[in-house]
């Protein structure tokens, strides 16, 4: 298992931007695939976006395509969530997490991941 620690969350107007990362703890960080999800108010966590080991392939929540985007630093042992265009409903509590599949039937899982974050508000007014 990792450790992992998330910042950057905020308060933002609608349309701004809030850049998310995710630092993590161990020398493993490069073998696991890492993944955003998010739990507003009352409502289920979900999946929002994921970044294999590499960097080289990514998976998105269809309504955050195109707005955000995943990235990691393999030598920084750090995953980031560019997040632009922002709405209301993005408004939530983010949570990085990690895990060793990589499959888009298994990354929107929850259960698939062995390590969480405390996670970071991010809150955006209208």
């Known amino acids: 298992q990792v450790q992992l620690v998330e910042s950057g969350g905020g308060l933002v107007q609608a349309g701004g931007s809030l850049r998310l990362s995710c630092a993590a703890s161990?020398?493993?960080?490069?073998?696991?695939?890492m993944a955003w999800f998010r739990q507003a108010p009352g409502m289920a966590r979900e999946f929002v976006a994921a970044i294999h080991w590499s960097g080289a392939n990514t998976y998105y929540l269809d309504s955050v395509k195109g707005r955000f985007t995943i990235s990691r630093d393999n030598a920084k042992n750090t995953v980031y969530l560019q997040m632009n265009s922002l709405k209301p409903e993005d408004t939530a509590l983010y949570y990085c997490a990690a895990t060793i599949f990589w499959s888009p039937t298994m990354l929107t899982q929850i259960s698939r991941y062995d390590s969480w974050g405390q996670g970071t508000q991010v809150t955006v007014s209208s």
């Open positions: 161990g020398r493993t960080f490069s073998t696991y695939a």
